[in-house]
């Protein structure tokens, strides 16, 4: 699960929620990262403000009855900046605070549920839509799972895989327009429209 955390979950398209089918066993490790001068702490941000929207949502959602599996603390280093635990919280519900909000820090809700229909309601069960994952070894449940996800890219068995070939972009509130690909082209295209009477 080190996708959850890339970047000290600083990334647009990093992990934000994580579903499992009910009764699976989920195991996550922490390992640090570059940005990190202590053992299993990761920077936040060097702006106050930024890291402040972060430390108030780790307790937010401990008061909403999700179980806090690991982590949540916070601290400075050296006196200086804000790093924050790698922080999961089990048993969590599409909406709690940290479910349904861009936490942007290495917060992430793990979210049970029943059946593929639970699964892709709670997908889009969200004002954004940017990107989305399956990990599965049912490559076919996999691509029909991917076809009913309202997000601009679904990645099946992989994140983060790019190419200049490839539109990227999202849906609803994830923005408008595409980067990259043919469809690109778009955002510096105008068309015009010319009527003429030639009776």
Same mark, same amino acid.
């Given at each position: ?12 398209? *990093?992990?934000? %929620? ?5 009764? +699976? ?6 390992? /640090? ?26 307790? @937010? ?21 804000? @790093? ?7 048993? /969590? !519900? $599409? ?17 049970? @549920? ?6 892709? %309601? !709670? ?10 994952? !399956? ?13 009913? !996800? ?9 994140? +983060?895989?790019? +190419? ?5 972009? *999202? @849906? ?5 327009? %595409?980067?990259?690909? /043919?469809?690109?082209?778009? $955002? ?12």
């Amino acid at each position: 699960m080190k996708i959850g955390i890339i970047g000290a979950g600083k990334v647009a398209t *990093g992990l934000a %929620r994580y579903w499992t089918a009910n009764g +699976h066993e989920v195991r996550f490790g922490v390992r /640090a990262g570059k940005e990190d001068p202590a053992k299993g702490m990761l920077a936040v941000s060097e702006a106050a403000t930024f890291g402040d929207v972060i430390v108030l949502a780790v307790p @937010f959602a401990s008061i909403e009855d999700s179980l806090t599996a690991a982590g949540g603390g916070t601290r400075k280093i050296n006196g200086k900046g804000l @790093f924050i635990e790698p922080t999961l919280f089990a048993n /969590a !519900i $599409n909406d709690l605070k940290i479910s349904r909000e861009e936490i942007f820090g290495p917060v992430l809700p793990i979210i049970p @549920f029943e059946g593929e229909e639970e699964a892709i %309601r !709670i997908a889009n069960d969200t004002s954004y839509g940017l990107a989305s994952g !399956i990990q599965t070894g049912d490559m076919r449940r996999a691509l029909r799972l991917a076809d009913k !996800i309202k997000a601009g890219t679904v990645w099946l068995n992989t994140w +983060h895989k790019y +190419h200049p070939n490839a539109p990227f972009g *999202g @849906f609803k509130m994830s923005g408008y327009g %595409r980067e990259q690909g /043919a469809e690109a082209l778009e $955002n510096y295209t105008q068309y015009k429209t010319i009527w003429a009477n030639l009776g």
